[in-house]
Nanobody, 127 residues
């Protein structure tokens, strides 16, 4: 089972950009589908984006579509979440999650689909 570590969070002005990284150790990362989730203060954790094991397919929440891009290159590199055009409402703790058991044919937006989670990285968007 891999262990996940997120990085790249920080403070950015509205309209700016950040790139989050989800790094894995202890396993073959390309065997895992990966999702990004976020949790804002006082709110439920919500799905942001996902990418299948091969990297051939991605899926986004409507709130980030066209602004965020999830990507992966190979087993040796992190899964990235490029966030452009950041808005105040994007402020949250961002988590990456992974699972080996998910089909490559579908995308999974529910937290329970993923069984490995990172500790999260804070993203704060200021006006």
């Amino acid at each position: 089972q891999v262990e996940l570590v997120e990085s790249g969070g920080g403070l950015v002005q509205a309209g700016g950009a950040l790139r989050l990284s989800c790094s894995a150790s202890g396993g073959i990362f390309s065997s895992y589908a990966v999702g990004w989730f976020r949790q804002a203060p006082g709110k439920e954790r919500e799905f942001v984006a996902s990418i299948n094991k091969s990297g051939s397919s991605t899926y986004y929440a409507d709130s980030v579509k066209g602004r965020f891009t999830i990507s992966r290159d190979n087993d040796k590199t992190p899964v990235y979440l490029q966030m452009n055009g950041l808005k105040l409402e994007d402020t949250a703790v961002y988590y990456c999650a992974a699972s080996r058991s998910l089909s490559d044919r579908y995308h999974y937006t529910g937290e329970r689909s993923y069984d490995v989670w990172g500790q999260g990285t804070q993203v704060t968007v200021s006006s």
